[in-house]
């Protein structure tokens, strides 16, 4: 019985320490489940927090989205308006050569049609002109002028043969009805050109009765000085000669200063003719001139417009590019709730769950992320390693310039010093050649004057170059 006792005692003891064990476990697993609750309390709030924001940022996306739709339809219908504009640009661009072709060709026409009729108002003062040149050479006896009068015509007549030669060219031009008021019509055009070739035709004809006229007048004179050479051996003759003589010689220069003073009139008039003709041409510029100037200016505000649009476009599409980003930011901020939300349902499932299980998910958790903290500590060693590399390269980097630049001061101070030997070397040459050809051709005073000299630019010399090295 005693031996029962005790043993039942010895159970009874036992079984009391197995109960405050286990009431100890049972309080500690008790503390272990509160801190949980609080945890998974504050998981819960969190994870609110986290549907919000899932909320919020959805709804930015949808917005961004039609944002982003709405700016890809405007950048649609901005590129469309583009394409047109510059279709529009390239047809006008077209008509504009079209343009510029057909002013080029009225305009040579109106100059060749200006030109004919400038020169059928001066026609008639011309023939004037040339009717008091002939008079003037008739009444003078003209000798030593000829020439000259001779060679001016001359060049007139080539002048306005030459441009009688490009005015035949007229009826070649087709002409249509597009510049009523510049041109009425083809038969005046023929008409004038017809009155023109007249005008000439009587101006070249009354030149060379002119020049025929002034022939005659130098065989004249030529008769006219033989009796005076003829004459000038008897006295008596040459007194009753050297009045009319003198008379000559003075109609002679009369004609000549008449002949000068007509052709600086004509040319003064032909420089009157032409400042009318640029005149005219300035003030008659035809419609189609016209029309060219304000398609010109219409080009240039569409040029001006399509820029407009090209730099809209250019910030629409940075708009777009930021909104981009944004929105691949918000995506990744998605994307990590997405993961925390499915953390928390799993952790949200996990209630249900025995104690057991909880405590082993806890350590699971434990596990993972004390792996992810060693691979980002790996990796954060591995970009330790790399930085030390690349800055052993930079050490070795610099180093190496700092020996190149040492190198080149290096060679700098030996070129210094082997220019100054060879100047020297030159010098002292030089010195010894003079001192040779001095001791050997002048006087002791003299040579001792140049060793002197040349002493004190080898003194000079030697300065510079010290002064150069420091």
Not at 226 to 254: F, I, L, Q, Y
Not at 274 to 296: G, P, T, V, Y
């Amino acid at each position: 019985t005693t031996n029962r006792e005790s043993l039942l005692e010895k159970e009874i003891k036992s079984l009391k320490e197995q109960f405050s064990a286990r009431r100890i476990n049972f309080s500690d697993h008790l503390g272990q489940l509160e801190g949980l609750r609080d945890e998974i309390n504050l998981l819960t709030s969190r994870k609110r927090e986290l549907e919000n924001k899932i909320s919020t940022l959805n709804e930015e996306k949808i917005s961004i989205s039609i944002t982003l739709d709405e700016s890809q339809y405007r950048i649609m219908a901005l590129e469309k308006q583009l394409q047109d504009k510059e279709l529009n640009l390239h047809n006008q661009q077209k008509d504009l050569e079209e343009l510029r072709r057909t002013m080029i060709h009225y305009q040579n026409r109106i100059d060749s049609l200006m030109k004919m009729r400038t020169f059928d108002i001066g026609a008639q003062q011309i023939s004037s002109l040339y009717n008091e040149i002939e008079i003037s050479s008739q009444s003078s006896g003209g000798g030593g002028g000829d020439d000259h009068h001779h060679n001016h015509h001359q060049l007139h007549h080539n002048h306005h043969n030459g441009y009688l030669s490009d005015t035949d060219d007229i009826d070649m031009f087709p002409i249509d009805g597009h510049c009523n008021r510049c041109f009425k019509n083809k038969q005046d055009i023929s008409d004038l050109h017809q009155k023109l070739k007249q005008l000439f035709d009587d101006l070249h004809k009354r030149q060379n009765q002119i020049e025929q006229q002034m022939k005659q007048d130098e065989k004249a004179m030529d008769i006219i000085s033989d009796s005076n050479t003829s004459s000038s051996s008897s006295s008596t003759n040459g007194e009753s000669s050297s009045p009319t003589a003198r008379s000559v010689d003075h109609n002679h220069d009369s004609g000549i200063q008449t002949n000068i003073s007509l052709m600086d009139d004509l040319n003064m008039i032909v420089c009157d003719i032409q400042d009318l003709i640029k005149n005219f041409d300035f003030m008659s510029q035809c419609s189609s001139c016209q029309r060219f100037r304000i398609e010109r200016i219409e080009l240039e505000r569409l040029q001006k417009t399509t820029q407009q649009d090209k730099e809209e476009i250019a910030k629409l599409k940075a708009e777009i590019l930021q909104q981009s980003s944004t929105s691949m930011m918000n995506n990744a901020e998605l994307i990590s709730a997405r993961e925390r939300l499915a953390a928390f349902e799993q952790d949200r499932q996990s209630e249900n769950l025995s104690q057991d299980e909880i405590v082993k998910r806890a350590l699971k958790m434990r596990d993972e992320t004390i792996a992810r903290k060693n691979l980002v500590e790996i990796e954060l060693a591995k970009i330790r390693i790399e930085l030390m590399h690349v800055n052993s390269q930079l050490l070795e980097t610099i180093q190496q310039k700092v020996e190149l630049s040492q190198q080149l001061e290096q060679w700098q101070v030996d070129m210094e010093i082997l220019i100054e030997e060879q100047l020297r070397n030159k010098l002292s040459l030089q010195e010894k050649s003079l001192s040779s050809s001095l001791n050997g051709h002048v006087n002791n005073n003299n040579n001792n004057g140049s060793k002197k000299e040349n002493r004190f630019g080898l003194s000079n010399l030697a300065k510079l170059l010290t002064y150069q090295r420091s």
